[in-house]
């Protein structure tokens, strides 16, 4: 196969990907929104509409049911919680009442409400706690290595013998930066005290032409690279941050529904 074959049928496996990717994209929502709201009734609905059914029942206690069905789908899918039934978002919401919590509270915490046996377990908060301060301490390291990595110098491994080096145009130093510093006057007096190889690399950095270019390359590839890393970190971090924000607040209106709980009636035998 030449080169204008293989542009051939990556042109046609373009197409074809471009073709189905809406497709792909459609069935997602779908299961998206199937998986949400429970169930498909509302996509049956308005297929059963374009092809030429009618819109209501002629029975007013089907129609009703049929009201009753599609209510029960968009409350699932607008609170994002997957209730069973129609009679449990109506528990549900007697339950709320009850403890004075509101609904836009509950949507806050829903990974914490058991929508089966209507209740708001109490998250492990310390868990949450400990990764959030983790991840915060991993964000400050993100940042103190991205500000070094902004340093007009590019980190470089010399594969023989592993030594880790600070390259620029002018000198090279230690990983550490302060072990040794060789310039290129050092080179050409001899004053290098390196073994023969890590010797004729840091002066072939600082005295051969060309190698400027590779620098900045290898200085901006650095750059990006720990600004993405840093980024990635950050993004954690706020999930991190998030998820203890809404476990402190699940347990709070754990503790409230416990303490707002109706008393029991003692009835007598």
Known sequence: MNTQDFFSTAAQAKDLIAGVSTVIFFLFAFLYVRGRAGSAVFLLDRLWRVLGGKKDFHDPSLQDEHHRLSDFEKYNYSRGIRFQSYKKIEEARLWLQERDIGMEELVRVKSYFNSNDVSIRAPRIISHKLLNRAMLVMFLFGAAVTAIAQAPAALLTIKKTGTVIWASTSEVRSW??????????????????????????????????????????????????????????????????????????????????????????NLSV
């Open 176 to 265: 550490d930066g302060l072990s040794w510093r060789v310039t290129a006057d050092d080179c050409v007096s001899g004053n290098v005290h390196l073994d023969e190889h890590d010797k004729k690399v840091v002066c072939d950095i600082l005295t051969e032409d060309g190698v400027e270019s590779v620098l900045k390359e290898a200085m901006l590839s650095q750059r990006i690279l720990a600004i993405f890393i840093w980024a990635m970190i950050g993004l954690l971090a706020y999930v991190a941050a998030r998820e203890y924000s809404i476990a402190r607040q699940a347990l709070e209106l754990h503790k409230r529904a416990l303490e707002n709980s109706p008393s029991q009636l």
